[in-house]
């Protein structure tokens, strides 16, 4: 009996320092992160020679994305490039952007660490949005745009049969320009304060 209880505390005790390890090593990933982010210009302000035909420099990593919006529009949204030129692509304002709620896709992930998401009016002439980095989530942004809102309760919405958020009283208006933005798991990287958004109205030569 003496035995199988020792064997239970070394079994504890083990499982424990696996935790404190993982934690560990999650805090310093996150920490070397936002290191490098606090540390980085703006995408404005990043000088570069050649930019694209539509004011943008590709990094390893950047992806591209079509969105889709209410009014037949389609914008293409650039994740995490490298440099987007001043003189092509504008700051979204921030009284366009707005915090919805947080929740996910109802796995055990969004259970235990739900994201945040913000919803933001594009301006009506946009046809691009990019995007800077995370700095607190080993990850980037998701962007789609708002097909079906249905109310399941008091302060509990669900966006395109996916999507489950717990909200605040009142609901913001939705318009045919909104998109509803991923910004992860830490509110740290709030959309517009923290993570950057920018809005082109120019034709751009991107696939």
């Not at 504890?12 to 560990?24: R, S």
């Not at 996150?30 to 000088?47: A, D, F, G, M, V």
């Not at 009014?71 to 952007?97: D, H, Y």
């Amino acid at each position: 009996m003496k035995v199988h209880r020792l064997l239970l505390i070394f079994i504890l005790f083990c499982l424990t320092l696996i935790c404190v390890i993982a934690f560990a090593n999650f805090q310093t990933a996150n920490n070397k992160r936002s290191t490098l982010c606090h540390t980085t210009k703006l995408l404005t302000q990043i000088e570069v020679k050649n930019y694209d035909a539509s004011g943008v420099k590709l990094r390893d990593g950047t992806f591209i994305r079509k969105v889709s919006l209410d009014n037949n529009r389609k914008l293409k949204v650039i994740i995490f490039p490298r440099a987007i030129s001043p003189q092509t692509w504008l700051k979204i304002p921030q009284s366009s952007i707005q915090y919805i709620g947080k929740g996910g896709d109802d796995g055990w992930e969004e259970w235990l660490r739900p994201d945040y998401f913000y919803l933001l009016e594009v301006p009506p002439k946009a046809t691009g949005l990019a995007f800077g980095r995370l700095c607190y989530r080993n990850g980037d942004v998701e962007v789609q745009a708002i097909k079906k809102l249905k109310k399941i309760s008091s302060g509990k919405i669900n966006i395109n049969d996916k999507i489950n958020l717990s909200t605040e009283e009142p609901l913001p208006n939705i318009n045919p320009y909104s998109v509803i933005v991923n910004t992860g798991s830490n509110h740290r990287d709030a959309l517009g304060a923290q993570t950057e958004v920018y809005f082109t109205t120019q034709d751009l030569k991107l696939n």
